[in-house]
T-cell receptor, first 112, second 114 residues
C-alpha cells in the first residue's frame, strides 16, 4: 500500500526559481491538502482540495499555487522561491470530515 | 486565534518515567474531532488516536493513554514507562465539522534518555 507519495524528499532552490512538489495518493480520498512545518509553529495549511477541479486557500497560501485535475494528484507549485519558503512540506489526504489525515513522507526544501 | 495550544515545548525524561503531554483546544462547535500525531526523528507523521467530542471515555493503548475532558477543553496524552523509541515530536490537532483541515498545536518535543 503506497498511501500518500511525495517527491522529492529533499530540494535546494535558489531565490527566484520555481518548482513543483508532487503528491499522489492511491486511497481514492476526495480531500487533499498541503501543509508546511516550521519550528515552533506546528503545521500550517497552505492549500487544500475537496475534489478534482476544486481548490481553495488555507492559512498561508501566498507564493504557492495548486491544481487538482485528478483525484489522485495534488501538486504544489512554488512560483518564485523565497528564503521564507524554506520549510518542510507535507501533503495529506483524508477520507471524510472528522477522520484522520494520512501524510506523505515530507519534502525538506531549502531556498538559498 | 490559536485553536490548539501545547504549552510544553520540550520535555526530557529518563527511561521508564511517565510523561504527560498537555493539549488545550478552543472551538465553538459542539461536534469536533481531536487527534494526536507522532513525528519521530525520521520525520514522518504517524497517526496515534482520533477522538470525537461526544466520546469522553479515556483510552489506553499499550503504554499510551489519553484523557479527554470537555469541561477543561483538554485532551492530554500520557506515555507510561517511557522508552528511548518514544523520543519524538508529538502534535495535538483539532478538526471542526464543516472543515476537513486540521489545526495543529506547535508540538511538544519529548526526549527519553537511556
Amino acid at each position: 500500500n503506497a498511501g500518500v507519495t511525495q517527491t522529492p524528499k529533499f530540494q535546494v532552490l535558489k531565490t527566484g526559481q520555481s518548482m513543483t512538489l508532487q503528491c499522489a495518493q492511491d486511497m481514492n480520498h476526495e480531500y487533499m491538502s498541503w501543509y508546511r512545518q516550521d519550528p515552533g509553529m506546528g503545521l500550517r495549511l497552505i492549500h487544500y482540495s475537496v475534489g478534482a477541479g476544486i481548490t481553495d486557500q488555507g492559512e498561508v497560501p501566498n507564493g504557492y499555487n495548486v491544481s487538482r485535475s485528478t483525484t489522485e494528484d495534488f501538486p504544489l507549485r512554488l512560483l518564485s522561491a523565497a528564503p521564507s519558503q524554506t520549510s518542510v512540506y507535507f501533503c495529506a489526504s483524508t477520507y471524510r470530515r472528522g477522520t484522520e489525515a494520512f501524510f506523505g513522507q515530507g519534502t525538506r526544501l531549502t531556498v538559498v | 486565534a490559536q485553536k490548539v495550544t501545547q504549552a510544553q515545548t520540550e520535555i526530557s525524561v529518563v527511561e521508564k518515567e511517565d510523561v504527560t503531554l498537555d493539549c488545550v483546544y478552543e472551538t465553538r462547535d459542539t461536534t469536533y474531532y481531536l487527534f494526536w500525531y507522532k513525528q519521530p526523528p525520521s520525520g514522518e507523521l504517524v497517526f496515534l488516536i482520533r477522538r470525537n467530542s461526544f466520546d469522553e471515555q479515556n483510552e489506553i493503548s499499550g503504554r499510551y493513554s489519553w484523557n479527554f475532558q470537555k469541561s477543561t477543553s483538554s485532551f492530554n496524552f500520557t506515555i507510561t514507562a517511557s522508552q528511548v523509541v518514544d523520543s519524538a515530536v508529538y502534535f495535538c490537532a483539532l478538526s471542526e465539522p464543516n472543515d476537513y483541515k486540521l489545526s495543529f498545536g506547535a508540538g511538544t518535543t519529548v526526549t527519553v534518555r537511556a
